[in-house]
């Protein structure tokens, strides 16, 4: 059993940032996939950024379009923590973040979100 616990998220100004973290515990996260996923009020839940080991220390991550360039995932095995730092955030980003963990791109265990409001 994985826990995923979310924390940094706010309400930001258009243009701020914000850095979440996804803190793990219960099982070590070196060789899962992490995920983010986001949704906004009265939509689906979408796939934001993920952070997927290959093999020894190599990882690759993904990103949808409208956060490339933007967003960066990233983690430290250490700690059993993933974040996600936001730059250049725009109104519609504004949703609850979701950390997620699986294998491949099933993801199996989530967080219970952290709300990120950027205002105009």
């Known amino acids: 059993q994985v826990q995923l616990v979310e924390s940094g998220g706010g309400l930001v100004q258009v243009g701020g940032s914000l850095r979440l973290s996804c803190v793990a515990s219960?099982?070590?996260?070196?060789?899962?996939?992490m995920g983010w996923f986001r949704q906004a009020p009265g939509k689906e839940r979408n796939f934001v950024a993920s952070i997927r080991w290959s093999s020894g220390s190599i990882f690759y991550t993904d990103y949808t379009s409208s956060v490339k360039g933007r967003f960066t995932i990233s983690r430290d095995i250490a700690k059993n923590t993933v974040y996600l730092q936001m730059n250049s955030l725009k109104p519609e980003d504004t949703a609850v973040y979701y950390c997620?963990?699986?294998?491949?791109?099933?993801?199996?265990?989530w967080g219970q979100g952290t709300q990120v409001t950027v205002s105009s």
């Open positions: 219960g099982r070590t996260l070196s060789t899962y996939t």
């Open positions: 997620a963990s699986g294998v491949g791109a099933s993801y199996s265990y």
